[in-house]
């Protein structure tokens, strides 16, 4: 007998590539989206919301899940952005374009969302984190019976190669808060660990992703698509010199979707948390060696063509 659709909670900072994974969760059949939890990072925490509602009402307007604020600052010191990559308003500048019409966040916070559907889901709940971690960490911190009933934890962060985008050294999500960061490697939660190192290896070409959306037949999600994918193949252009992306946020969704697009290893991982050049850099011991580190599932190797089949499909529509 083929399982029904996952039960699934997403924590996001929207963000043009989150803004991307949610239409992919909220149009997968395999998933389903329980509640969808918002924390600072690409931009400030009441722009994500935002963000997130937006999304909602172009691809969930007739059952949006429930979104629920959770932390605008990280664990960590300082605190990062990144509105170069996304502008000042998360989605390329659009936000304009798509005023909220209707829906508004729930009263609740994230993190008791969080924990509370971790519990009604035990052992069946895949949690997918698209940003810093704050959220996820604050709720292990407050409630780690309860997450240890997590199925599967799918984060987009780190590099097993220990490179990075925010600095040489430390992914963007790891970089904003690499005291949550560390507290989730270290949790001993099922961890899967998509980053840089297979993200940056299944780059979607413009050409691909601009001849899909234009075979759409629904005009709003076809028009949201091109004006928020737009911005960000742009960026790309001009910061890398590429007439493609890399989908962080959507190969994360993916791997819960059809884990088979990625291949992944037990590899002993650790976070670096002091603030030095390598702040938020992840430890990935290959050799063993590092006392501190545990083992976590990382992405070692992406299926792209599978990967870019599976989110075109499901984003786009039959
Ligand atoms: O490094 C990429 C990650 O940082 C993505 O989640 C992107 O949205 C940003 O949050
Ligand atoms: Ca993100």
Redesign the pocket.
């Known amino acids: 007998m083929t399982n029904g659709p996952r039960p699934a909670l997403i924590d996001t ?1 929207p ?1 043009l ?2 803004v991307l994974a949610l239409a992919f969760a909220l149009q997968s059949s395999a998933l389903e989206v329980h509640a969808i939890t918002v924390v600072a ?2 931009v400030p925490l009441s722009v994500c919301t935002a963000n997130a509602l937006r999304v909602l009402e172009v691809f969930a307007a007739d059952s949006p899940p429930p979104v629920y604020e959770g932390c605008a600052e990280p664990l960590s010191p300082r605190v990062c952005r ?1 509105e170069h990559v996304h502008a000042a308003d998360g989605i390329g500048g659009v936000s304009g374009a798509y005023p909220i019409r209707r829906l508004r966040p729930e009263d609740g916070h994230a993190v008791a969302a969080t924990i509370e559907l971790a519990r009604r889901y035990h052992g069946n709940l895949v949690l997918i984190a ?2 810093p971690l704050t959220n996820v960490a604050v709720a292990l911190g407050r409630d780690p019976e309860a997450m240890q009933g997590i199925h599967e934890l799918v984060v ?1 962060g780190g590099s097993i190669d220990g490179t990075g ?1 925010a600095t040489p050294h430390a ?3 790891f970089y904003s808060d690499p005291i949550a960061a560390r507290e989730v490697v270290r949790s001993g939660l099922p961890v899967t660990l998509v980053g ?1 190192n297979v993200t940056e290896c299944a780059l979607l070409p413009r050409a691909r992703f601009d001849a899909r959306v234009t075979a759409m037949t629904k005009g709003l999600r076809r028009q949201f698509l091109r004006d928020v994918a737009g911005p960000y193949f742009d960026f790309c252009k001009k910061e890398q010199g590429r007439d493609a992306c890399a989908l ?2 959507p190969l994360a969704v993916a791997a819960a979707v059809d884990p088979g697009v990625v291949r992944t290893k037990r590899i002993p991982c650790d976070v670096v948390v002091s603030q030095g050049i390598t702040r938020g850099r992840l430890v990935a011991e290959r050799e063993g060696g590092c006392s501190s580190a545990v083992p976590v599932r990382a992405a070692t190797e992406v299926d792209g063509e599978r990967f870019h089949d599976l989110f075109l499909n499901t984003v786009c529509g039959p």
């Open positions: 900072d963000g590539d989150d990072g690409n990144a698209l940003g987009m985008n992914e963007f999500n840089l962080h946020d």
